[in-house]
């Protein structure tokens, strides 16, 4: 800038660089008032439109409800005091910055999860940061969000689905040795979400890629990768200067942050790429492969749209990745849970044990197959309802290329954030009696008289794609649970009493602030010493 300085004095006379200079300060003021009047007559306009909405308190007229948003258990017991006092929805705004619609009742719920894809817009305050990492599925809108999940969903059918189970299996057993190894080295208390994440990703790599990590055994350097991205997201969300990429990329996370994309990217780009190579060959020497089941990424190469175009290999390898990251740490938050929930409750623990042995007797082995789960309806009761009080992912996001109508004469304008609650929905009391309670009878199959979309974990509609997937091998790995080890709720040994219980915490997914603690202890199994799956 000096330098600038100097070369112009050189040029200018002192006279003529103060009219440049008073001319350049003059232009900047003017930008930032026109600026200042746009969001102040957008802010207006928004304060207006959404005047139909409730809107609670606020710290200040500038700041808004900022103060309001915490990711923590008083965050949530916020969220309580919201819903009780609303019970539908309300308006809330960020600074003259962002105006937002929170719904958490499901007639309110419905209309904005089920508006047609080509109004729907993923809003990019909560997807932009995994831009780098995934693909554009859970990003993209309109008719190419529709192209790709039409040729996304053969690898979800029923028929793959039951090819994972076994994978399922064999991650269980891997976790389940080392906690037997842990209790006979004298650890009763174990921290569930570092196990059951490794288990998780183990498994949905099996299944993605029919790859071995052997990652709850030894450290392996895509995992570790993983598992960096998504704490570095989460860090990344709670630094406001950190949201602007020219910023981060300059920071020392930026740097970490790309260090292992780079990891992710190469070991997905050469899985992809391998795979392609191996399926060319195999159909231009007609090879006749021992038949292997296919993986994900068999599938999704061979998928083919209506004109008999597929998807690229930087769509395919920015899908896997997708997968990955939407799948290892939700599902991990869903089993901890239910886990805890079953541990807080040795009643329904015991009848859901009873279930599993009552289904596993006379038989060889403790292997759960694809026709079990459909016999294991307690424990579905149980995971359910764990969903439900504990949901992994707290909200979705959604804007509206047009005003969408709720109930109540309400309209959300066009390009207003909507916050659709998944938590608030699920803790509604006009919704559910003693939503805080744990009641896995509300799940009975013979109970149909709940809304649609009173029970969302995995959004609506334009959900999630992995849910049957998830569900199966949170069956599975409950169930196997159940069978080798009775769960008691545990303390953070560094902490004992001291910890004062458990504080959730809501990050990308539901969390437990400290770690979530359980008591094992091992169960005798009747028919195998060292159960390996078939
Ligand atoms: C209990 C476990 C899971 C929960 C609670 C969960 C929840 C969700 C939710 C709420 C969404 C909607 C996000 C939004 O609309 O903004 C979603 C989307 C998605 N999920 Fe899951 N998920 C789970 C497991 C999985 C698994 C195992 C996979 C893959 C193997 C997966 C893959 C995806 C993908 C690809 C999307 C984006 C779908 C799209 O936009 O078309 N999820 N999930």
Redesign the pocket.
């Known amino acids: 800038m000096s330098l600038l300085v100097g070369v112009l004095s050189l040029v200018l006379s002192w006279d003529r660089l103060g009219q440049v200079l008073y001319a350049v300060c003059a232009g900047l003021a003017v930008v930032v008032a026109v600026w200042t009047v746009r969001l102040l007559v957008r802010h207006a306009w928004y304060t207006h439109r959404l005047s139909c909405f409730s809107k609670p308190p606020v710290d200040s007229w500038l700041k808004g409800h900022l103060g309001k948003m915490k990711s923590t258990e008083e965050g949530l017991l916020e969220v309580d005091e919201l819903v009780k006092t609303f019970k539908h929805s309300c308006s809330w705004f960020i600074g003259p910055f962002y105006h937002l619609v929170r719904v958490f009742h499901p007639d309110y719920v419905k209309p904005l999860l089920m508006a047609h894809a080509n109004i729907t817009v993923?809003d990019e305050l909560?997807?932009d940061h995994l831009r780098p990492w995934l693909g554009d599925?859970?990003i993209?809108n309109g008719e190419v969000?529709s192209r790709?999940?039409r040729l996304?969903t053969p690898a979800?059918h029923f028929d793959i689905l039951k090819n994972y189970v076994n994978m399922f299996n064999t991650s269980t057993n891997t976790m389940h040795d080392k906690w037997r190894r842990l209790v006979a080295d004298g650890t009763t208390t174990i921290e569930m979400f570092d196990h059951v994440t490794l288990m998780?990703l183990d498994s949905?790599l099996k299944?993605?890629f029919s790859y071995n990590s052997n990652c709850q055994e030894s450290t392996s350097e895509y995992v570790s990768a993983i598992v960096q991205l998504s704490d570095l997201i989460i860090d990344r969300r709670q630094n406001l200067l950190h949201h602007w990429d020219w910023i981060y990329w300059k920071t020392k996370q930026g740097k970490q942050f790309k260090e292992a994309l780079s990891v992710v990217h190469r070991f997905t780009r050469d899985v992809v790429q391998r795979r392609r190579a191996l399926i060319s060959q195999q159909r231009e020497t007609e090879t006749k492969a021992p038949r292997r089941k296919k993986d994900?990424v068999d599938i999704i190469l061979l998928s083919k749209d209506e004109d008999g175009h597929g998807l690229t290999d930087e769509e395919i390898q920015a899908?896997a990745n997708?997968?990955m990251f939407?799948?290892?740490d939700?599902?991990a938050?869903?089993i901890c849970w239910t886990l805890y929930n079953l541990a807080r409750h040795p009643d329904y623990q015991e009848k859901c044990r009873q279930e599993v042995t009552d289904l596993m007797e006379g038989r060889d082995g403790q292997n759960i197959d694809w026709d079990d789960l459909a016999n294991l309806t307690f424990t579905t009761m149980c995971i359910r309802e764990s969903?439900r009080l504990h949901?992994?992912?707290q909200a979705?996001?959604?804007k509206y290329t047009q005003d969408v109508a709720l109930p109540g004469n309400r309209t959300v304008p066009q390009g207003t954030i909507c916050l659709v609650s998944?938590y608030g929905t699920h803790h509604n009391p006009t919704v559910w009696t003693n939503p805080y309670d744990f009641e896995p009878q509300r799940f009975d199959p013979t109970n149909t008289d709940r809304s649609s979309h009173a029970f969302?974990?995995?959004?609506?509609p334009?959900?999630?794609?992995?849910?049957k997937?998830?569900?199966a091998?949170?069956r599975v790995v409950v169930a196997l649970t159940l069978l080798r080890f009775r769960l008691a709720p545990g303390e953070n040994p560094e902490l004992g009493s001291r910890s004062g219980g458990i504080r959730r915490l809501p990050q990308l997914?539901l969390r437990a602030e400290g770690g979530l603690w359980l008591q094992l202890e091992p169960l005798p199994t009747p028919t195998m010493d060292t159960p390996q799956a078939k």
């Open positions: 993923k909560i997807y599925l859970l993209s969000w790709k999940r996304l979800f998780t949905l299944c993605a994900f899908e997708t997968f939407a799948g290892h939700t599902t938050s869903a969903l949901s992994p992912v979705v996001t959604r998944i969302i974990p995995f959004s609506g334009r959900n999630c794609i992995g849910q997937f998830a569900l091998e949170l997914v």
